[in-house]
T-cell receptor
């Protein structure tokens, strides 16, 4: 079975703090892809990153970084020096086994206060 | 357009009414998906099209839900005899290639349906 768990329902930080959003996934497939999406109040899911199961190299994009660890089945997302514009709901998602559908976690609501 | 476009953005329907939600995917995208997102939850898969063929409809919650993509571009999700539990955001998404697990899926802003 495919499953994504985002244990943190809500996180509240003050601007300029660093924050890490956790994501744990379950799959029996050896080939799979992991995604992070941002959902601002407008509702659109904005693609942030895609990672395949054969590439555990961590990635940094500006203030965003991702830590993929197959040993713990985790794909965590860190925002450095958070800003108010980072306030949104963030979803981790899994696509595996040749299936075309994404399996989403329940999301983490991030509130960044000035 | 540059992104996935959905209409209407907001729809209030009386219980028992039929509704139709439209999706314009990114031009040239072969794959099209519909997801349902209840308040405070992550999106859940409804159905998948590859061009005009509906290859997976395992997520449709009942036979009141019907989706089509007759010419392989625009898609319509129809809900018959709406019920209050159908209240949700309906997200449409598309991706360029067919079948590949690693394709990035791009989402629209969703159609917010409220059944009263």
């Amino acid at each position: 079975a495919q499953k994504v768990t985002q244990a943190q329902t809500e996180i509240s930080v003050v601007e300029k703090e660093d924050v890490t959003l956790d994501c744990v996934y379950e799959t029996r497939d050896t080939t799979y892809y992991l995604f992070w999406y941002k959902q601002p109040p407008s509702g659109e899911l904005v693609f942030l990153i895609r990672r395949n199961s054969f590439d555990e190299q961590n990635e940094i994009s500006g203030r965003y970084s991702w830590n993929f660890q197959k040993s713990t089945s985790s794909f965590n997302f860190t925002i450095t020096a958070s800003q108010v514009v980072d306030s949104a709901v963030y979803f981790c998602a899994l696509r595996a086994g040749g299936y075309n559908k994404l399996i989403f976690g329940a999301g983490t609501r991030l509130a960044v206060h000035p | 357009g540059a992104g996935v476009s959905q209409s209407p953005r907001y729809k209030v329907a009386k219980r028992g009414q039929d509704v139709a939600l439209r999706c314009d995917p990114i031009s040239g995208h072969v794959s099209l998906f519909w997801y349902q997102q209840a308040l405070g939850q992550g999106p859940e898969f409804l159905t998948y099209f590859q061009n005009e063929a509906q290859l997976d409809k395992s997520g449709l919650p009942s036979d009141r839900f019907f989706a089509e993509r007759p010419e392989g571009s625009v898609s319509t999700l129809k809900i018959q005899r709406t019920q209050q539990e159908d209240s949700a955001v309906y997200l449409c998404a598309s991706s360029l290639k067919q079948g590949a697990v690693g394709n990035t899926i791009y989402f629209g802003e969703g159609s917010w349906l409220t059944v009263v």
